[in-house]
């Protein structure tokens, strides 16, 4: 539907510019009906071609120029451009000249005036089909454009979601090894969990509601205190509208697993408890998630930044500008602030 209405905006443009021009040009300029006769006479002589325009602007996408094929291409568009001009603006003059009134319906001016006349607006008509395969080349130029986009788009968020997952898959990983010598039966259930946390990473889509997002972070935030015994709890205020919400998968588990190490629980022997807030303001989603800092006197070492510089790069991919990450800490509090554009997932269907 774009292009038809690409076609149709083009055509209003210029039989509002050639009304005018016609109106002063011909005999009836200054007449009281001379605006009627030229806008019937623009209108009649322009339709075929607006009708045509789609069906142009299709074979330009069969005979795109740049890549690669440009002599064929351009010789056929060309010999295209050969038949179809005399033949819209014959059509044109004569429907123009019938709904106009300037020749009675069914009747033409002798042979020899009708030839110069077609031949005449087909050499007018030449600068039209330019401009008309001219936009055509650049609309499918674009359309290639914004589809390569979408696929470079898609293969980066691919490989930045499959860096997210290797990285907590050894974390994860390290952490099953050392409880195996200590509690062999939990070490069995969080190999059992970390395998439903694989399997949703590998089959989850691109972006899914927030409220799906929670549910696969519920099931991280159970194998964390499979693996330590110590009491990890969440504190979930949301908005009924950022329930709803449409987020990158994996958007919370990168947050949620830097509260957890990056606080100090592992080697503190307290209960580690996490605030996550998410609301739609302004039709942003605003989320944040803070956790306390310094749990244990000798914290753990310092973080390399990968969970929230792939999260960064997730949401540029996605949103450009428009989505954000702030981190810093808070007095004893560390806190991650994340902005992105807010779509309902009924909206989004």
């Known amino acids: 539907m774009a292009p038809l209405r690409y076609a149709l905006a083009m055509w209003v443009v210029l039989f509002a510019s050639s009304v005018p021009a016609v109106y002063l040009a011909q005999t009836v300029g200054g007449e009281a009906g001379g605006w009627r006769t030229a806008l019937w006479f623009i209108g009649g002589s322009q339709l075929p071609w607006l009708l045509a325009t789609p069906v142009l602007w299709s074979l330009c996408r069969q005979w795109p120029l740049g890549m690669g094929r440009d002599l064929r291409h351009g010789v056929c568009l060309l010999l295209l451009g050969a038949m179809v001009t005399p033949l819209l603006s014959a059509v044109g003059w004569v429907l123009g000249g019938w709904l106009s009134q300037?020749?009675?319906?069914?009747?033409?001016?002798?042979?020899?005036?009708?030839?110069?006349a077609i031949a005449a607006t087909a050499l007018f008509a030449a600068p039209t089909f330019v401009a008309v395969i001219g936009l055509g080349q650049t609309l499918a130029f674009v359309g290639r454009y914004r589809r390569r986009g979408a696929l470079l788009d898609q293969a980066r968020q691919t490989a930045l979601?499959?860096?997210?997952?290797?990285?907590?898959l050894f974390n994860a990983l390290n952490a099953i090894g050392g409880l195996g010598y200590q509690r062999p039966a939990d070490a069995d259930r969080a190999l059992a969990g970390l395998s439903d946390l694989l399997r949703d990473a590998m089959a989850c889509p691109p972006q899914r509601t927030l409220a799906e997002e929670i549910a696969a972070a519920n099931d991280y935030l159970a194998l964390q205190r499979l693996l330590r015994g110590m009491p990890l709890t969440v504190q979930w205020r949301l908005s009924a509208e950022a329930w709803h919400c449409r987020v990158p998968s994996l958007l919370l588990q990168p947050l949620l697993e830097n509260a957890v190490r990056h606080s100090g629980w592992?080697?503190?022997?307290?209960?580690?408890?996490?605030?996550?807030r998410a609301a739609v303001v302004e039709h942003m989603l605003c989320l944040s998630v803070r956790n306390p800092d310094g749990l244990a006197p000798q914290g753990p070492p310092p973080g390399t930044g990968t969970g929230l510089r792939n999260l960064r790069q997730r949401l540029d991919a996605l949103h450009g500008a428009r989505g954000?990450?702030?981190?810093?800490?808070?007095?004893?509090?560390?806190?991650?602030?994340?902005?992105?554009?807010?779509?309902?997932?009924?909206e989004w269907a």
């Not at 979601?161 to 907590?168: A, D, I, N, T």
């Not at 702030?326 to 004893?332: F, K, L, V, Y």
């Not at 509090?333 to 554009?341: A, D, E, G, M, W």
């Open 102 to 116: 300037l020749h009675p319906w069914g009747s033409l001016p002798d042979r020899a005036a009708a030839v110069r």
């Open 161 to 168: 979601r499959q860096h997210l997952q290797h990285h907590f």
């Open 266 to 276: 592992e080697q503190a022997e307290v209960a580690l408890e996490i605030d996550v």
């Open 324 to 346: 954000s990450v702030q981190a810093g800490r808070d007095g004893e509090h560390f806190s991650v602030h994340v902005r992105l554009p807010a779509v309902d997932a009924q």
